[in-house]
């Protein structure tokens, strides 16, 4: 039988331990002023810019209806290339603080939760056992945001660039 090993990054949100595949993963960046788009939802906490694009960021917490924090000095942003009905995306989410990356036989993922799980399981690929006591969930991120959610996004980012055009001529 053949062993198939995928890398993960694992991060916090409060005191649970969440990971994406490395493939989606672009960058980690410390946390920087985050520009507020207008009329976006709570979630959405506004756009950056990195290296002259306008990146949406994402407070994942806030998405997993999770309660808000202050951000930390651990507090980081994953740029992460999201992948919706064909069309590539860049955006960030915010989250508490990476932990690792890891290697796992993806034979060893356990298949989501059913009914219970205090967040979707749409969005949970599955769950792997670290240790005795320690589970990770482990994120489909493409299926946490919805095709609605990228037009919304694109469209931010695009009404962003065009008003630093603006200003710029």
């Known amino acids: 039988m053949d062993q198939e090993v995928d890398s993960f990054i694992s991060f916090m949100l409060g005191d649970e331990y969440f990971a994406i595949s490395v493939t989606k993963v672009l960058n980690i960046l410390q946390l920087v002023q985050i520009t507020r788009v207008p009329t976006a939802p709570d ?25 808000p924090i202050q951000y930390q000095r651990d507090t980081v942003i994953l740029v992460l290339n999201v992948q ?17 990356v890891f290697e796992i036989n993806t ?28 589970f990770v969930m482990i994120l489909d991120i493409d299926k946490i945001f919805s095709s609605e959610e990228v037009v919304m996004l ?3 980012v695009e009404s962003e660039e065009s008003t630093n055009a603006e200003q710029i001529n």
Do not use: Q, W
Request: with cysteine.
């Open 154 to 156: 694109k469209d931010s």
């Open 43 to 67: 979630y959405m906490k506004g756009v950056i810019n990195l290296r002259g694009t306008v990146l949406p960021i994402i407070d994942i917490r806030m998405k997993f209806g999770m309660e």
């Open 107 to 134: 034979t060893e993922i356990l298949p989501p939760p059913g009914i219970g799980s205090k967040y979707k399981s749409k969005f949970i690929e599955g769950i792997y056992k670290m240790s005795d006591e320690k």
């Open 84 to 100: 919706i009905e064909n069309e590539c995306v860049d955006a960030g989410i915010l989250v508490d603080s990476v932990k690792e």
